[in-house]
């Protein structure tokens, strides 16, 4: 890990200054780079040199984003992507090969679920899934071919805790790679390297932008495993444009004081819908009642800012709440500044079937809020007068 605390990582790791002595990093829009002669091009492609080619390989801005979160997740290296779909996609597309086999969490975002089911079944690479809440089951499902062991904690929208610790154990007892979604706890709250991940993948879109601007995805790791993606993904093209990648490591300086304020205010509304009388149950990995309350408090640093909780009165009470908010955003986003609620069951997860949603605890009152930095009386007001 780094000498430096988190913060001050996060604030003091920049590219080197140019002749300009700038404080604040410029903006390296270009797509392209120049050589001093033929020897110097000549190297630069046979990689005896390190240095920038062309920015669908590297950019200084990418580096700098890159080399702030591999601080932060405890990784050697990583690449940083356009999405962080194309982080997911670009990582399987890299490691796996035709008649591999994946392990995954039976509660895993809708377009990763889309890629195991619709897409990477085209290349004969196929998914088992475990239930998350049975961690017990997943050597049910592990085939000789089984390649990846992955999982999201907190998952999205049912806001269950994977304990990281067992998953590194399963899959170094089976010689599986160990890949962690962390977008819901970002490298602020929870570090999955450090209880056996291989690779840690984020989507930078979230709260590691934090105020809805701009989309990104990034994925570290070994530098053997890394190796690998980048090769791929610089034949491919999914590279984060230099633009956005400065934004990002711009707001990866306020992260910390961020996620603090996002955590204070979403355990102070889950502790108020907890006591409101038109909520049949709250979800929030701080809250004593969670499921896996031992195990957030062991492996996350705080609770986060999504909490997920079930209305009485099912899909049309969860509908019927959604058109009273006033201030917050109806949106299908998270991460923001601005507080967002979500009606899974008639919006994101609207196509699968009733018994596919209740698998994977989307029940049909089931409502996702992804706690802003609004003044916190401000929020719990709005929520409470739509449960009213």
Known sequence: MSKNNFETEAIRTQLERSQFLEHSAPLYLTSSYVFEDAEDMRASFAEEKERNIYSRFTNPNTSEFVDKICKMEGAEAGYAFATGMSAIFSTFAALLNAGDHIVSSRSVFGSTHGLFT??????????????????????DVIQPNTKILYAESPTNPAIDILDLEYLGKIAKKHNLLLVIDNCFATPYLQNPIQFGADLVIHSATKLIDGQGRVLGGVTVGSKALIREIYLFSRNTGPALSPFNAWVLSKSLETLAVRLDRHCENAEKVALFLQSHANV?????????SHPQYEIAKKQMKKGGNIVAFEVKGGIEAGRNFLNKIQMATLSANLGDTRT???HPASTTHSKLTEADRLEVGITDGLVRVSVGLENVDDIINDLKQALD
């Open 280 to 288: 049949n149950l709250v979800k929030y990995p701080f809250l004593k």
């Open 340 to 342: 967002i609620v979500t």
């Open 118 to 139: 619709k897409y990477l079944p085209k290349w004969n690479i196929t998914t088992s899934y475990f239930d998350g809440n049975n961690l017990d089951s997943i050597e």
